[in-house]
């Protein structure tokens, strides 16, 4: 089964500052997909990633993918406190999506 | 144009009762994929769905739920006989069939067996 990693789990961070967060994939995929999950809402896609090198950014959010590494980033810079929030990726094999378990980013003043 | 829609949005359930959830795709999309997603989890593939077809359902256990996504109406998650273990929140995504990959999530189902 496809396995897919994120870390951190957990995430606090000060306004202002810059963090990475890192998910790795356990087959080749060339789709990677980014989501945010505020709580007891559904899933806002933030990013898809289609092709090796790829990279997006939107606002303060940017995300890339290395389909060698098996590896996506998605890199916060300056954090505000309105990104509070968990952070999901997921790749998928034509049918079936996989997600990984998460990142919650809390940002504090 | 009107997002995917599910519902009900909460629903409690006695255990052994069956629970029906309900997606409603955006226009003009064919594709239909159910998650799971249990507390402080990550989302779990259950099944994926096109028009009167089960594409893949190799994520749903194999007893007690079913699922269809007939030619007419909605999507519908079906739980027979539900357990404890059944409460989570399921999600319905759809897509088009010219890029099936791009999925847009409901608000979700929150179920809850007491």
């Known amino acids: 089964e496809l396995k897919v990693e994120q870390n951190p789990l957990f995430l606090s961070m000060q306004e202002g500052k810059n963090y990475t967060i890192y998910c790795n994939y356990s087959?080749?995929?060339?789709?990677l997909y980014w989501y945010r999950q505020d709580p007891g809402k559904s899933l806002e896609s933030l990013f898809v990633?289609?092709?090796?090198?790829a990279v997006k950014q939107e606002g303060r959010l940017m995300a890339s993918l290395d389909t060698k590494a098996r590896l996506s980033t998605l890199h916060i810079t300056a954090a505000v406190h309105d990104l509070s929030a968990t952070y999901f990726c997921?790749?998928?094999?034509?049918?079936?999506?996989?997600f990984g378990t998460g990142t919650s980013l809390t940002v504090i003043p | 144009n009107a997002g995917v829609m599910q519902n009900p949005r909460h629903l409690v359930r006695r255990r052994g009762q069956e629970a029906r959830l309900r997606c409603s795709p955006m226009k003009g999309h064919s594709h239909v994929y159910w998650y799971r997603q249990l507390p402080e989890e990550g989302l779990k593939f259950m099944v994926y769905?096109?028009?009167?077809?089960?594409?893949?359902e190799s994520g749903m256990p194999k007893e007690r739920f079913s699922a269809e996504f007939p030619k007419e109406g909605p999507s519908i998650l079906r739980i027979q006989q539900v357990v404890r273990g059944d409460s989570a929140a399921y999600f319905c995504?759809?897509?088009?069939?010219?890029?099936?990959?791009?999925?847009?999530f409901g608000p979700g189902t929150r179920l809850t067996v007491t």
């Open positions: 990633l289609l092709s090796n090198g």
């Open positions: 997921a790749v998928d094999n034509g049918n079936q999506f996989y």
């Open positions: 995504a759809s897509s088009p069939w010219t890029a099936p990959y791009e999925q847009y």
């Open positions: 769905l096109q028009k009167e077809n089960i594409i893949d």
């Open positions: 087959t080749t995929s060339d789709r």
